[in-house]
């Protein structure tokens, strides 16, 4: 705390006989020799700076009283210079009674030079004038440096308020992806065992794939869970090489027909991009198991050296899913989730009917 060591200091610095009788001087009082009251007038002035933080009202109290006693007395010492200070602080740092404040140092200012006007030497009203301007003029100072401070917490309250809803946002979009995508395949999966009851082999297929797939969606949970505690990184988690077909297998358990083709090689490093494309081809199909069930789908991973492109395709427009109908979160979040890679997102009518959703993602950006 820088303010105790400049408060002692300025009292150390304004009782040295060189700096005597060389500080402020307003009013035409004589030059008085410094004694006992001499320094507890310099006392008065300088070691309430120490307070000033926790009691800046009761520090610039103590500071005038002592500055008056300093001038009308003529010692004219160093320590006057702890008064700006004092209103810079009282300005800067006083929540309340700031303008009441204001109101009562202006009339003790009055006071003040009414006295020393009629002890002194009759100097003219414009020395006053112009100590009371520098005396404002450092209280200014100190009401700029409390509005940049309201500013700054401010921005940072902001910050913390987007930075909170970004991560509510993501973890929404994850919890979206994940369990759309699951239960929408646990849907159509038991949809189809109640009329499975006469073909047992078949119907047991059917029950061990829903199984399987609310393991994925417990595993994929415990993910996300694990990733609100605060010790947990805010990494992404990759998806394995495999996972696209994993995703596809499961479709075609759900009784969609998916043809699958995945070329290139993928890059060694390729931040986002791997889970991005993981989630466009995850909610492609999940809308084809939604609005296209038993329509021919197509899906086509291609790894670049720079990009990875996803194209997947529905043809007409099947048959409507028991699936609850979808609020369009899943397509806005891809298109976000893309937009922030610095790619291409589209998804509407094909030119033959159906639905197609086609994506660009750079990658080797930073997850």
């Known amino acids: 705390m820088w303010y105790v060591p400049l408060a002692l200091v300025l009292f150390a610095a304004s009782l040295l006989p060189s700096f005597q009788s060389h500080g402020t001087q307003v009013g035409g009082v004589p030059h008085r020799p410094y004694d006992a009251l001499a320094v507890a007038a310099i006392a008065l002035e300088c070691l309430p700076l120490a307070v000033r933080r926790r009691w800046p009202v009761v520090c610039l109290a103590l500071v005038s009283a002592g500055f008056a006693v300093d001038q009308l007395r003529g010692y004219h010492s160093l320590a006057g210079t702890a008064l700006p200070i004092a209103l810079v602080s009282v300005a800067s740092l006083t929540e309340r009674y700031r303008r009441a404040t204001a109101l009562a140092f202006t009339g003790a200012f009055l006071l003040f030079a ?21 005396l404002g003029l450092a209280w200014g100072l100190g009401t700029g440096l409390r509005a940049a401070r309201a500013a700054e917490e401010e921005r940072r309250h902001r910050v913390a308020e987007e930075t909170r809803a970004a991560e509510r946002a993501r973890i929404a979009r994850e919890l979206h992806d994940v369990v759309t995508h699951h239960v929408t395949a646990m849907v159509v999966q038991a949809e189809a065992a109640r009329y499975l009851t006469a073909a047992p082999d078949r119907l047991d297929q059917t029950l061990t794939a829903v199984t399987d797939t609310g393991r994925r969606a417990i595993t994929d949970l415990r993910h996300l869970l694990d990733l609100l505690q605060p010790d947990h990184g805010r990494e992404a988690r990759t998806p394995p090489v495999g996972r696209f077909l994993t995703l596809v297998e499961q479709t075609r358990r759900a009784g969609q027909p998916v043809e699958f083709t995945e070329e290139g090689t993928p890059a060694e490093s390729t931040g986002s991009a791997d889970l991005v494309a993981y989630r466009v081809v995850q909610e492609a199909l999940t809308n084809a198991l939604k609005y296209a069930h038993g329509s021919r789908t197509s899906v086509r991973v291609r ?44 998804a509407g009518r094909g030119t033959g009917g159906g639905f197609l959703v086609q994506a660009r993602i750079p990658a080797g950006n930073p997850s």
């Open 114 to 134: 009414v006295v020393l006007h009629r002890i002194g030497s009759g100097e003219p009203v414009g020395e006053m004038l112009l100590l009371y301007l520098a």
């Open 303 to 346: 790894h670049g050296e720079r990009e990875i492109s996803v194209e997947v395709g529905t043809d007409g427009a099947g048959e409507r899913t028991a699936s609850p109908g979808g609020s369009g979160r899943g397509l806005a979040g891809l298109r976000e989730r893309v937009d922030v890679l610095g790619g291409d997102f589209s």
